[in-house]
């Protein structure tokens, strides 16, 4: 996600914006810049990669300057470059923007843009702002801010400046941090506290639809409607180790907290109700979409989970027979496919070296390949035929949690798409799938608040050395990545079984107390689950439950359960998965495992 730094004061900017994004590099970037009024106009530098590549272009050729606003890019929308870089400016340069988010109606404004005779320079959506403001502007800043945020949709925070109010730095957020710093006779903004950590404690949080407007001896809040609001000032105790992971112990807690965050990012511009599902820029005709007789998932380990949700998803919309296999068996088998067959991998990093060659190994044979993955730029995201990203952010823990929940609605949407266009599935039905989609993120933040339900059922089975987890349908896909969850950071041997293949075998090794995790979400196989739950009761296990509010009986039959918010069953794994990654989580901290560097893994592996 990217990050952005602003400041206004009497010290040279330069420095205080590279030290400022250096802390904010945690976050994850592939490219940065800065815009600096040098007491004439506004400079502008911007590399691509890393933040040294563009402190050393400022110490080759300084620029010096009171005032500016810096930026780290993770790119969604365009490949990392020089142009893709923040900041973006208008036509003559005198409006500068950084933007952390996703404007979702950028086309649109873009075209109007166009329109009206402003030229693009870059691929991404933030660079309709400046030239917004340049649009609306008449002599004050403030007011062309708040009419550009009438006219956009989306999650962003900005930083502005402008040469021809250079006494002035604006900034505004909705749906993405941004913090203000106080100083004497200085001012700061900044995606993060860290970034200012080495000037000010005392920081302004600033709320969604809030506008700060920062001189260097002053800072206003605003209202959208121009309002003035007084704050309190929050004054930060604690280091800037801990502020990189929010406040939380790990990376990996973070991140699953911002999973309710990232399942609306992805669905944004691309889930809307009323209106056709996209696909980004990827063009499927209604001929190309019928010629389409087989579709291929590929992955690897939790991205081949979200695969297996997937085949789930499409054969049951769309109607399409879906394969899926894991990508380093898959390069290997001689796969019958053809131009006929589409095949979709799936990669978190992009790089995943079997993910890759399975691409290579299907586009060699004639099919089109999507790839579905998280960072823009990537191998997989260069070299597959058309891409659909998963807007989830950089996701530093090594065990997957928030790209695995966007993955899951990346084949949701996929699902969707075939079977509007294949017309399999009634407007109505898809409506309704739609909204219950739109609602998983608030629900998802309820599963949240069950987290202390989870850490006492941790505390339970923490010192256990075998456990089971099963399921039936999408709860065995689930299931498995539960299962997953909990080798790679507590080191627990533990197995995923389909429920109702339990007694071909695997119910030998039941005894007095073994753990099974059991999944239960799936209305249409409630009984069945019951059932196969009471086989593993018959034979003494100690079985923890996870289901719908509504299924309260299961405790009739159980140890314990954990009831989740309902959803359709078909939605049911984004929401079911998040008590798995919290019991894995608080089992690695009071096992005293390594929670975001667990032994033996690689957050990227491309090695074969
Ligand atoms: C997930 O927790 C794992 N660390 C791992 O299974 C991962 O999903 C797999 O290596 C695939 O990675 P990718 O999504 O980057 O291709």
Redesign the pocket.
């Given at each position: 996600m990217c990050g952005i730094v602003g400041y206004i004061g009497k010290k040279d900017a330069s420095p205080v914006l590279i030290s400022g994004l250096s802390k904010l590099e945690y976050r994850g970037y592939d490219s940065a810049g800065v815009a600096i009024f040098n007491g004439d106009k506004l400079e502008i530098v911007k590399r691509k990669g890393r933040l040294k590549n563009l402190s050393d272009a400022l110490d080759a050729e300084p620029v010096h300057g009171n005032a500016g606003i810096g930026h780290t890019r993770w790119a969604t929308h365009g490949e990392p470059s020089d142009v893709n870089s923040h900041p973006h400016s208008n036509a003559d340069g005198s409006i500068c923007v950084v933007h952390n988010g996703i404007i979702e109606n950028y086309i649109k404004l873009r075209e109007f843009l166009i329109s009206k005779g402003y030229k693009f320079v870059s691929e991404t959506d933030t660079e309709v702002i400046p030239h917004l403001l340049d649009f609306f502007y008449e002599g004050d800043l403030l007011e062309a801010v708040r009419k550009v945020l009438g006219e956009i949709r989306g999650s962003y925070a900005f930083g502005i400046i402008t040469s021809k109010e250079p006494d002035k730095l604006i900034a505004v957020r909705k749906d993405s941090p941004l913090i203000v710093g106080l100083g004497e006779g200085e001012n700061f903004i900044a995606s993060d506290i860290p970034a200012v950590l080495n000037y000010t404690r005392d920081v302004y949080l600033l709320n969604d639809n809030e506008i700060a407007v920062l001189t260097k001896d002053d800072i206003k809040l605003y209202t959208l409607d121009g309002k003035e609001i007084k704050k309190e000032v929050y004054h930060v105790t604690w280091d800037a180790e801990a502020a990189e992971k929010g406040g939380y112990e790990h990376f990996m807690m973070k991140e699953i907290h911002e999973q309710p965050k990232v399942i609306r990012d992805t669905m944004a511009s691309r889930v809307m109700l009323g209106e056709p599902i996209t696909l980004d820029k990827i063009k499927l005709t209604k001929e190309e979409i019928a010629g389409i007789n087989k579709i291929y998932i590929v992955?690897?380990?939790?991205?081949y989970h979200a695969g297996l949700v997937g085949k789930y998803a499409i054969e049951k919309l769309a109607r399409i027979p879906v394969e899926i296999d894991i990508a380093s068996e898959y390069r290997y088998r001689d796969p019958i496919i053809d131009k006929n067959t589409l095949v979709i991998v799936?990669?978190?990093?992009g790089?995943?070296a079997d993910?890759l060659a399975a691409l290579r190994e299907s586009k060699a044979r004639g099919c089109r390949v999507i790839a579905v993955t998280n960072v823009v730029g990537s191998s997989v995201s260069r070299e597959a035929s058309d891409v659909l990203y998963t807007l989830a952010g950089p996701e530093i823990a090594?065990?997957?949690t928030k790209?695995y929940i966007t993955q899951l609605v990346a084949m949701y949407i996929i699902a969707l798409f075939f079977a509007e266009n294949k017309g399999t599935v009634s407007k109505e039905e898809i409506e309704k799938i739609k909204t219950e989609m739109l609602n998983l993120p608030d629900k998802a933040e309820k599963v949240l608040e069950l987290k202390e339900e989870v850490k006492r059922h941790a505390g339970e089975i923490y010192k256990e050395e075998d456990m089971f987890f099963l399921g039936r349908g999408l709860d065995y896909a689930v299931a498995m990545e539960g299962s997953?969850?909990l080798k790679?950071i507590s080191y627990i041997h533990s197995e995923a079984y389909a429920a109702g293949e339990l007694k071909h075998g695997p119910i030998a090794l039941i005894e007095e107390g073994t753990i099974m995790i059991t999944l239960a979400t799936q209305d249409y196989l409630f009984e069945k689950m019951v059932s196969n739950i009471k086989e593993v009761k018959a034979r003494h296990a100690h079985v923890i439950a996870l289901a719908f509010e509504g299924n309260e009986d299961i405790e009739k039959t159980v140890d314990s359960a954990v009831f989740l918010p309902r959803t359709i069953d078909l939605l049911a794994p984004v929401l079911s998965v998040i008590p798995l990654q919290l019991l894995s989580y608080y089992i690695s901290v009071m096992k005293g495992c390594d929670v975001d560097k667990p032994r033996n893994?690689a957050k990227?592996?491309t090695v074969e």
């Open positions: 992955a690897c380990g939790t991205a799936v990669s978190q990093s790089e995943t993910t090594v065990a997957s790209a997953l969850k790679e893994l990227s592996v």
